[in-house]
């Protein structure tokens, strides 16, 4: 039983090989790229929307208003990178119910880079709303003693982020493969069901996660500065 697409390699010429992984990635990006092009090239505020243009307003409202809880800011800043996270992992776990189809989140590869992402838009967030020297210092609060542990903390829960998704995602494939064997009819259509449920909760929660690490980076030295106090 294939766990992986890692496992399944679609073209190789020496060192070089393209899996499943990659192939499927792509195919996500032209899928979305392609989409989006033609669900924004007639928008418009008239009385009578597309349903297409209707679906893309819930979820782009539905993201600010999530990012906007999270962060407490003007979500417009944070919505291209989270709004891309979320819509790329919901969508390489709904296309599961494509046949022959395995989700590119169902790679570990998949998972590090997202989760790296994630690493880097951090501090660069902070550093943006804090300036360089007031986001580095909050690596060394309350204590210089501490700088070690809060570099440890920030690759920690990079690892947690890649490895929640990654053994979520695969969990549901093994679940699903074993079904087929054992009864290939009714359990695998109420797991591939949930699996899809499951795939779309995953995707919130690492969107959600990333947005409260982003959030917690831009706001650490307005929480921890002394507080002006305003005279009567």
């Avoid at 700088?147 to 699903?176: C, D, K, Q, W």
């Avoid at 074993?178 to 109420?190: E, G, R």
Wanted: charged share 10%; glycine share 8%; with cysteine.
């Amino acid at each position: 039983m294939t766990i992986s697409p890692d496992q399944i390699v679609l073209w190789q010429w020496g060192a070089l090989h393209i899996n499943a992984t990659l192939a499927f990635t792509w195919l996500i990006m032209a899928l979305l790229t392609v989409g989006s092009w033609l669900i924004t090239r007639r928008l418009t505020t008239g009385p009578e929307l597309s349903r297409w243009q209707n679906l893309l307003e819930v979820v782009v409202t539905g993201l600010r208003d999530q990012i906007h809880d999270v962060s407490r800011r003007d979500p417009a800043q944070y919505l291209p990178f989270v709004g891309t996270l979320f819509i790329f992992i919901a969508t390489s776990n709904l296309l599961t119910i494509v046949p022959y189809y395995l989700p590119p989140t169902g790679s570990l590869s998949t998972t590090t880079a997202l989760a790296l992402c994630v690493l880097i838009a951090v501090p660069l967030y902070g550093v943006l709303q804090q300036g360089p020297l007031g986001y580095l210092r909050h690596y060394v609060k309350p204590t210089p003693l501490m700088l070690p542990f809060n570099l440890i903390g920030e690759f920690s829960r990079t690892l947690a982020l890649a490895v929640r998704l990654y053994g979520n995602i695969m969990s549901g494939t093994v679940v699903v493969g074993i079904l087929v064997s054992l009864t290939p009819f009714l359990f695998p259509i109420v797991m591939q069901l949930l699996g899809l449920l499951t795939g779309m909760i995953q995707a919130y929660i690492f969107a959600v996660l990333a947005m409260v690490y982003i959030a917690s980076a831009s706001s650490a030295s307005r929480s921890s500065g002394p507080q002006r106090s305003t005279g009567s």
